[in-house]
């Protein structure tokens, strides 16, 4: 009777142990796309007043858009929406391309890396660092690419950049 009751607590132990593992194993697989989503967000882009929105949805399809003043002749000061062609977050590698509106649109190639910020409501929590190309389209349609390094800060949660109110 002894060698039973062990062995059945043997086996209760062992099960509870087993289950244990395997949901620790599924939650850190899980922890992935969390991870992705917690990149979501505002973040700024060249000038006060302009920012980048990342949405990282399921599979590491990214949506979103670039909200930026237009520097054209026709457009100068306008606020401008460009929402992503197509957009993809591997890991921590992260690429976009805006729909070209005006003749401009934007190419990023970099990743989303911690900040130097100690919690989620300080801004720069999330950075997006990498290479931005502003590729701009003449009359002639010639496209010039101007590329840069940039460092976007995400923005504090439940906050919106200055100078983007609307009146």
């Known amino acids: 009777m002894r060698i039973t009751l062990s062995v059945v607590s043997a086996a209760i132990i062992l099960t509870v142990a087993l289950v244990s593992a395997q949901q620790s194993g599924n939650a850190k697989t899980g922890d ?12 700024s882009f060249l000038k006060d007043g302009e920012f980048v929105q990342v949405t990282v949805e399921d599979e590491g399809h990214v949506t979103g858009f ?7 002749e026709s457009d100068k000061g306008a606020f401008l929406n460009q929402f992503f062609k197509t957009g993809k977050l591997d890991g921590n590698k992260l690429n976009f391309t805006t729909e070209v509106v005006h003749g401009v649109s934007f190419d990023f190639q970099g990743t989303v890396e911690r900040g130097d910020a100690k919690s989620a409501v300080d801004d720069g929590y999330f950075v997006l660092r990498g290479v931005l190309s502003e590729n701009t389209m003449d009359v002639n349609k010639k496209v010039t690419s101007r590329t840069r390094d940039v460092v976007l800060k995400k923005f504090p949660e439940n906050s919106a950049p200055a100078g983007s109110e609307r009146k």
């Open 66 to 72: 670039v909200s930026r003043f237009g520097n054209g």
């Open 32 to 43: 992935a796309p969390q991870a992705g989503k917690a990149y979501s967000g505002m973040y």
